[in-house]
Nanobody
Framework: QVQLVESGGGLVQPGGSLRLSCAASGFTFSSYGMSWVRQAPGKGLEWVSTISTGGGDIYYADSVKGRFTISRDNAKNVLYLQMNTLKPEDTAVYYC?????WGQGTHVTVSS
């Protein structure tokens, strides 16, 4: 079955960086667009970024544009999210997703 396993979260100071990874299995990874979404404490889900199957089309939420970079390695079945210049408002649980499936999430806390 579809499995999406996120990793790379943690505690980081404002202005710092983290790279999230999502290991995918159980489906043909290269055939699906993939996304990152997040949920801040006490708030609803927020879409962060989407990447097309081959990586040629990429979209970002305005809140992360210029700071986050989504990428994928179809040979390794891994989705990435490089997060730079992190802000306290980036604190959230980050999930990778394909249509109809979600991972368990990885926690990101941005605090001094």
């Amino acid at each position: 079955q579809v499995q999406l396993v996120e990793s790379g979260g943690g505690l980081v100071q404002p202005g710092g960086s983290l790279r999230l990874s999502c290991a995918a299995s159980g489906f043909t990874f290269s055939s699906y667009g993939m996304s990152w979404v997040r949920q801040a404490p006490g708030k609803g889900l927020e879409w962060v970024s989407t990447i097309s199957t081959g990586g040629g089309d990429i979209y970002y939420a305005d809140s992360v544009k210029g700071r986050f970079t989504i990428s994928r390695d179809n040979a390794k079945n891994v989705l990435y999210l490089q997060m730079n210049t992190l802000k306290p408002e980036d604190t959230a649980v980050y999930y990778c997703s394909k249509v109809g499936s979600w991972g368990q999430g990885t926690h990101v806390t941005v605090s001094s």
